[in-house]
T-cell receptor, first 110, second 114 residues
């Protein structure tokens, strides 16, 4: 599966949009982009995933560039409870499984 | 319902003990996974089961022995563990191993080996 690159940490003001970038320049045609988050001491929580098109659900929006080499997860109105480590994962070449990278530690501040 | 249930939540065991971690899902999923997560590190894949058969073993030491007795249950049998095996053990499941399926995680079992 393709590797991803994320900034190790980001801050966001409460109530503002949090935009988390991910680079996956080696992604292949049948690989999906997944986003998970992990709040301290809990299991990873699924947020959203997509193949080519932008996706939106009740938690977040996923914007994938046309060349698919990067994506952005958008939390439209961040709250303190969104403080977590966010993982961007590319999966599909080796069947459905997730290889986690370092992730981005998002700190939402009042 | 997207729930994966893991028991126990916390386990302390000696290096000579035999214990098991249990995982259960009732979503009709046919793929199940074990991950290990050390403190301040990302989760690492250990095993993948597909239709109750072991399909991936990521070179995990034999002191960890997985078992999938039926499509809803996944066990991880532990024997002769070392203190460095102390970690959060995560179970997950997905509809199957087809690409694009969502993988759902349980809350994990915290294991301490003394």
């Amino acid at each position: 599966d393709a590797k991803t690159t994320q900034p190790p940490s980001m801050d966001c003001a409460e109530g503002r949009a949090a935009n988390l970038p991910c680079n996956h320049s080696t992604i292949s045609g049948n690989e999906y982009v997944y986003w998970y988050r992990q709040i301290h001491s809990q299991g990873p929580q699924y947020i959203i995933h997509g193949l080519k098109n932008n996706e939106t659900n009740e938690m977040a929006s996923l914007i994938i560039t046309e060349d698919r080499k990067s994506s952005t997860l958008i939390l439209p109105h961040a709250t303190l409870r969104d403080t977590a480590v966010y993982y961007c994962i590319v999966s599909g070449e080796a069947g459905n499984m997730l290889t986690f990278g370092g992730g981005t530690r998002l700190m939402v501040k009042p | 319902d997207t729930e994966v249930t893991q028991t126990p939540k916390h386990l302390v065991m000696g290096m000579t003990n035999k214990k098991s971690l249990k995982c259960e899902q009732h979503m009709g999923h046919r793929a199940m996974y074990w991950y290990k997560q050390k403190a301040k590190k990302p989760p690492e894949l250990m095993f993948v089961y597909s239709y109750e058969k072991l399909s991936i073993n990521e070179s995990v030491p034999s002191r960890f022995s997985p078992e999938c007795p039926n499509s809803s249950l996944l066990n991880l049998h532990l024997h002769a563990l070392q203190p460095e095996d102390s970690a959060l053990y995560l179970c997950a499941s997905s509809q199957d191993r087809g690409t694009g399926n969502t993988i759902y995680f349980g809350e994990g079992s915290w294991l301490t080996v003394v």
